[in-house]
């Protein structure tokens, strides 16, 4: 029986938000492995975290300010956080790091592991464009937030979670245009591309290992589920 491919984008802020978080890849680890003895295939793609961010901010401080130059520093800094993840998973990984997300890959191995890809582009961007490049119907983007919000429940106190929603909805609180700096759970670009493919975007908190296994054998989950 062929085995299902499951793409999970990998926020950066749960590999390192501030230094690399030892206790959380070791568990995320093992539960890939769990996983992978039911049939299954992952392909994980990493973000940049603190480490891009402490990368960028010297970058500036020493008086680079070239909006290509500060995307590059964050691309590397996903790519070194992929190849941490390679590491650890050792033969069961694919031994390169994928840059394009738009060439596609053959692999024998049961995980493929990918970085950040070109400045202008997010890591959610590389995930659902990896998604159309496999076959994937669906795409898994694991950060710090539980749900989706109708706004930031940081600011606001009558924001509320958000369980399901569909692609044109979603984009209305979002908004149209990528920026890097810009706080949104889900690259607008990225959402565009994804409605288009219509393709099924699942949001929800990384750190809760669990819960991830329980959106991958179809269980009941926390979580947003766009589509």
């Known amino acids: ?103 596609k890959v053959t692999f024998k191995e049961n995980i493929l592991i990918a970085g950040g890809w070109m400045p202008g582009r ?24 539980d749900y989706v919000y109708t706004k930031d429940p940081r600011k606001f106190k009558d924001a509320k979670k958000i369980e399901n929603i569909s692609w044109k909805d979603f984009r209305k609180i979002i908004g149209d245009k990528w920026d890097p700096g810009k706080n949104v759970p889900f690259d607008p670009t990225a959402a565009k591309l994804a409605e288009k493919l219509k393709l099924k975007v699942v949001i929800a908190n990384g750190k809760n290992l669990s819960n991830l296994k329980n959106i991958i054998s179809g269980k009941n989950f926390q979580g947003t589920t766009i589509q």
């Open 122 to 145: 997010s890591t959610d961007d590389d995930a659902v464009r990896l998604a159309k490049v496999y076959g994937a119907t669906s795409v898994i983007n694991l950060s710090n937030i």
């Open 1 to 103: 029986m062929k085995k299902q491919i499951y793409i999970i984008s990998l926020g950066g802020s749960l590999i390192n938000p501030g230094e690399v978080d030892i206790d959380f890849i070791n568990k995320f680890h093992k539960l890939i492995l769990e996983l992978l003895k039911q049939n299954k295939k992952f392909i994980l793609i990493t973000g940049g975290g603190a480490l891009a961010r402490k990368y960028q901010f010297a970058l500036k401080e020493i008086g680079e300010h070239a909006s290509d130059k500060i995307d590059w520093m964050g691309i590397y800094a996903t790519r070194l956080n992929a190849q941490l993840t390679r590491l650890m998973f050792g033969k069961q990984a694919n031994k390169n790091v994928i840059e394009d997300p738009n060439i």
